[in-house]
């Protein structure tokens, strides 16, 4: 089974700034990567697939990149909406996906 | 597009619950579906899939044998029956539709089960 691990656990930012998420594959998963954001009380909502496609309404200012087991969620610049907590997940094994543990980016 | 789900409740060790979740706005019979499940304060975990032609069927190892996915396109609904369940399955169980074999593009807003004595 491929695990992901996600890093840092939690990111304290300000609005404003550049957060940079980090996901590490246990073996390669291609490009066969998801990010989600997943604010308190909510659903989780796709951004990225297929490592750097963003989906639709997703702002700009939200770009993923990665292949084979090293991949970076990129926030360009922080806004106050984006404070919420972002998981990973790898399809290489679809339909049996796995998702990272989470990343938590929290205001500064 | 809207994912409602329903059948959530309190259980003990050992019952069962039947879960359903209610699609619309998009092509129904066209769509894979997914079941993805929160513990409380937890992270996500993949439970079930179910292809559009109901041909397939996927579950993880920690439900494998305990957990039933099915569909019925006439009512556009996903059911998951859940049996011989255990404290550990105690969450919030999302309904998510596929994207294309490769994400999940939608969600709903989740159903919660809690399994205690």
């Known amino acids: 089974e491929i695990v992901l691990t996600q890093s840092p656990a939690t990111l304290s930012l300000s609005p404003g700034e550049r957060a940079t998420l980090s996901c590490r594959a246990s073996?390669?998963?291609?490009?066969?990567l998801a990010w989600y954001q997943q604010k308190p009380g909510q659903a989780p909502r796709l951004l990225i697939h297929?490592?750097?496609n963003r989906a639709t309404d997703i702002p700009a200012r939200f770009s993923g990149s990665g292949s084979g087991t090293d991949f970076t969620l990129t926030i360009s610049s922080l806004e106050p909406e984006d404070f919420a907590v972002y998981y990973c997940?790898?399809?290489?094994?679809?339909?049996?996906?796995?998702f990272g543990g989470g990343t938590k980016v929290e205001i500064k | 597009v809207q994912l409602v789900e329903s059948g959530g409740g309190v259980v003990q060790p050992g019952g069962s619950l039947r879960l359903s979740c209610a699609a619309s706005?998009?092509?129904?019979?066209?769509?894979?579906i997914h079941w993805v499940r929160q513990a409380p304060g937890k992270g996500l975990e993949w439970v079930t899939f179910?292809?559009?032609?109901?041909?397939?069927?996927k579950y993880a190892d920690s439900v494998e044998g305990r957990v039933t996915i099915s569909r019925d396109d006439s009512k556009n609904t996903v059911y998951l029956q859940m049996n011989s369940l255990r404290t550990e399955d105690t969450a919030l169980y999302y309904c998510?539709?596929?994207?294309?074999?490769?994400?999940?593009?939608?969600w709903g807003q989740g159903t919660l089960v809690t399994v205690s004595s």
């Open positions: 997940q790898q399809r290489s094994s679809w339909p049996k996906l796995t």
């Open positions: 998510a539709k596929d994207l294309a074999e490769k994400a999940i593009d939608y």
């Open positions: 073996q390669s998963v291609n490009t066969y």
């Open positions: 706005g998009f092509t129904f019979s066209r769509s894979g």
């Open positions: 297929d490592a750097s």
């Open positions: 179910i292809r559009s032609d109901g041909s397939d069927k």
